[in-house]
C-alpha cells in the first residue's frame, strides 16, 4: 500500500502522474489519501487516475483522526510518497515516526527539501531520489521488494527514539548551545554580519 497523507495543495498533476505508474506498475496496490475537505477534490482525483486505466477505487480516502489513532494506522502502509515540489513536513515525520520508508525528491526551495532532511535523519538516504524518473524507480524497486522495506522499517522502528530526527534531548541541547554562542558573540560586541557561527563539537 502506498499511502501519501499530505494536505490537497501539495498534489500536481505530475506527481499524481508518477503515483498512477506507480498503480499500474503494482497491480495489486492502493493509494492511500488524507480524505481532503471538500468531494470535488477526491473527486478530481478519481477522475485523474480513471483517464489513466486505473480502477478509482484504488484510491483510498482516510478520515481525519487524531494524532494517536493515526499514527497507529498509519503503520499498515508499506511505502510513503512524497510530494513535490512542496513536500512532507509534519507529514512525513509521522510516517517515518510509525516505521514507513517514505520516497523523497528533493528540489531546490527549503519546502522542496524537508523530506529529504527527514529521512537523512533516520538514517536512510538512499531515499532520496535526484529527479522524477529516478524518484519512480526507486519506488517501484522498493514495492517489489517487500524484504528490502522490512529491512527499512526494521531500521525505523529500532532507532526511532535515539536517531537526531526523533532525538528530543539532544535536540534541545543543540538548540541551547546555539542560542548560547549567539548571545556570546552579540555580547562580544564588533559587526559580525555575514560571519557564520560555529559551535564546538561537543565530546
Not at 18 to 30: D, E, F, G
Amino acid at each position: 500500500m502506498f499511502c501519501s497523507f499530505n494536505q490537497t495543495f501539495k498534489f500536481n498533476a505530475d506527481m499524481f502522474a508518477i503515483w498512477c505508474r506507480l498503480l499500474l506498475a503494482i497491480p495489486q496496490s492502493v493509494l492511500w489519501l488524507l480524505k481532503p475537505p471538500i468531494d470535488e477534490a477526491a473527486e478530481n482525483w478519481r477522475r485523474f487516475v480513471a483517464a489513466r486505466g486505473i480502477d478509482s477505487t484504488r484510491l483510498v480516502f482516510a478520515e481525519r483522526l487524531p494524532q494517536t489513532e493515526h499514527l497507529a494506522r498509519l503503520q499498515w502502509a508499506d511505502l510513503a510518497l512524497d510530494t513535490f515540489p512542496c513536500g512532507s513536513h509534519t507529514t512525513g515525520s509521522d510516517a517515518l515516526w510509525a516505521g514507513v520508508p517514505m520516497v523523497t525528491r528533493p528540489g531546490t526551495l527549503f519546502a522542496s527539501r524537508v523530506g529529504a532532511s527527514r529521512v537523512h535523519a533516520v538514517g536512510l538516504e538512499e531515499l532520496v531520489a535526484a529527479d522524477d524518473e529516478v524518484y519512480f524507480q526507486l519506488a517501484l524497486s522498493l514495492a517489489r521488494d517487500p524484504a528490502r522495506l522490512g529491512c527499512m522499517r526494521s531500521r525505523l522502528i529500532s532507532q526511532r527514539l535515539s536517531c537526531p530526527l526523533f532525538d528530543t534531548r539532544q535536540f534541545t541541547r543543540d538548540l541551547e548551545r546555539l542560542y548560547g554562542a549567539m548571545w556570546l558573540r552579540e555580547a562580544s560586541g564588533g559587526d559580525h554580519r555575514g560571519e557564520p557561527l560555529v559551535l564546538e563539537a561537543q565530546g
